[in-house]
């Protein structure tokens, strides 16, 4: 007997009061008892997005939500301004780029953050790009981006939205939509909606939808226009993951009951216990903006093969966390504390980090080390 | 206590073995363990669709197929033949027009199939055409549509595809992919695969693939190119609904265990027992060639509001069936026998049926005619 542990940043741990859900028998979607259920989840999701507006539901991951984002709301030969931090910013290239954009890339050092007056430079030097998309939380790097100050950057240009993927930001930190001026939203449901992957959320302010009234990529079934005028009547266009959606309404009833700044609290406590830890481990984090979602750190000169250290850690100890991804790929490791996450889930993580790196040759501190700066941050709080 | 019971066609019931599943804590997609369970699901996969080819999995309902074939395997400009049969049919052009393609639209009556005949004289009025897109089982009517040999007929032509949405087909009758030349097979998740939505799967031709390679129209998250290498390794391109496919491995195995044809026979047996039992009751059936997935019924004349019938069925008796769609809203009814559907739970349609028609004052009809002639049906089989 071993149990295992979910330490990825994505999927995340499903709380029982969810898996118990899924054992039901399903219901169909057409129905008001199925309307009354979407009614819940939307109130929830205004809640948590900090908006008035109404929050889509689209079938997929959260790629498809940046996808959906890019198709609806700009033409053919639109200049935006993408910016790469990581695995995730390249996607908003690749995807602007798919649809025939023009994309002004600003790449980034992994794990630097973009500055104000970066952006605010390529915004002056571009007067004619219409939107800027970025990651509040570069998953590939634990980077966390300044979305506040970039946003007050294309809330002062008349026809530039900001396009936010928060796919592991929201109900991380606080982003208040409304209040920041964040034009377009976006979640999906593996991560701090602590759900299964395959539901992705997004909203928009006025000012995207009136940029999606002009947009001309053609698009079939994730067009937005026609997923505002179902949600209004508690609907999707198509049949939606239903399942997910009966979770949905109950992990939005738990943020709820914790309260949303108690959830921003949590993840700052075991952000900061894990990079405490790894610290005291004598490990480098390797972001120089850490973001609360996922913690990554620099594989130590001791190991040479860092792709060993996700690998023992899971397949050693049943601790599953994530490795660096291309460039990155076996130069860092990943510690998530996104979702349902709490003290002594970080304190396995690191237990298990502790056995790994001393089984792998990296054996410069004494065990508890860690665990006990993990503890200590605990006992500050 | 009054128990609740789904004849709709999607979401069909789920099995208690894979809600039992769903309970089961997440686990992560890109493991060894993710990509063995893949490997089993895509095994199962090529067994129920009779083919060689490696079947896709994309994440969203059914329809995100249909989608996703038109933006992968043709141009813009591309002329296509659409048989339009009903709500899904209808879909078809749409989704053609929505990417620029030219669409021929063969229109039938709702409750007929195409027949050979007329999609011949279509492909020989455009010889360009590069593919017929049409519906094995139009679920909106009830009808089956002659795949076969329309399929035949693509067959012989060098640069045409059939394209084929199976999505309440698959699995309740016949569509052998390979023998028959299906060049594009879609299904759903949430039929007769009896899993909750959230999942598409689809196979392509070597033809279809030959087709893929020239394919001009933008798209990023649903490239079947993309898929198609992911899936040579056990994964997806992007994070998968996880979830539904562990349900999905669990579905799979039931199909097996019964074995494919006896899936049909159940299909046909349960079909003919819902016929009988409507025209029993003096009631008509929609189609001339009628589906094993659905029978679509007309509303009797002397139930003025044809939408009481589902609305009763659901809210006094617990079982929800389907109402009629765009034109056929309120004139006829759709009782399903369509995935994890076994003898009685036709038997609960049909009796909830019968109390319902007497309570709309539809009451030329003893009551245990219709429930009889389900049992009829069985006896003689």
Redesign the interface.
């Known amino acids: 007997m071993r149990k295992?542990y979910?330490l990825?940043p994505?999927?995340t741990?499903?709380p029982d009061r969810v898996?118990?859900l899924?054992?039901?028998?399903?219901?169909?979607?057409r129905?008001p008892q199925f309307t009354a259920i979407m009614e819940e989840v939307n109130a929830g999701l205004k809640y948590l997005f900090q908006t008035k507006q109404d929050v889509l539901l689209?079938?997929?991951?959260?790629?498809?939500a940046m996808?959906a984002a890019?198709t609806n709301l700009f033409k053919t030969g639109d200049k935006v301004i993408a910016i790469n931090g990581g695995k995730f910013g390249e996607r908003w290239s690749?995807?602007a780029t798919?649809?025939?954009l023009q994309t002004v890339e600003l790449k980034l050092e992994p794990g630097t953050a973009a500055t104000v007056k970066q952006v605010e430079a390529l915004l002056v030097a571009n007067p004619d790009a219409r939107g800027v998309l970025f990651q509040a939380s570069e998953t590939s790097t634990g980077t966390r981006m300044p979305t506040r100050e970039i946003c007050a950057l294309t809330k002062s240009r008349k026809d530039c939205i900001s396009v936010v993927d928060a796919i592991t930001a929201l109900g991380v930190f606080d982003l208040p939509m409304d209040d920041w001026g964040i034009d377009v939203l976006i979640t999906?449901s593996?991560k701090a909606l602590m759900l299964?992957?395959?539901?992705a959320c997004l909203a928009l302010s006025d000012k995207a939808w009136g940029l999606a009234a002009n947009a001309n990529?053609?698009?079939?079934?994730f067009d937005l226009s026609k997923e505002k005028k179902a949600i209004a009547k508690g609907q999707t266009t198509?049949?939606?993951?239903?399942?997910?959606i009966i979770g949905l309404q109950e992990t939005l009833k738990m943020i709820r009951e914790e309260g949303l700044h108690n959830v921003f609290k949590r993840h700052d406590l075991l952000a900061r216990a894990t990079r405490n830890a790894v610290k005291a481990l004598g490990l480098e984090v390797l972001s120089k903006d850490p973001s609360n979602a996922v913690t990554a750190v620099r594989v130590p000169a001791e190991i040479k093969d860092g792709k060993l250290i996700p690998k023992t850690m899971?397949d050693k100890y049943g601790v599953?966390i994530a490795g660096g991804q291309d460039e990155l790929e076996g130069k860092i490791f990943r510690l998530t504390h996104l979702g349902y996450i709490d003290r002594f889930d970080v304190l396995i993580g690191i237990g298990a980090l502790e056995l790994t790196l001393q089984d792998l040759g990296y054996s410069k501190f004494q065990f508890g080390t860690g665990t006990g700066a993990v503890l200590q941050t605990y006992k500050l709080t």
Request: no cysteine; hydrophobic share 35%.
């Open positions: 295992t979910l990825t994505g999927p741990q499903v898996l118990a899924s054992a039901r028998q399903i219901i169909h979607h129905t689209l079938a997929s991951s959260g790629t498809v996808d890019v690749k995807i798919a649809y025939g999906g593996q299964p992957p395959g539901l990529i053609p698009k079939f079934y198509w049949t939606p993951p239903i399942s997910l899971r599953s």
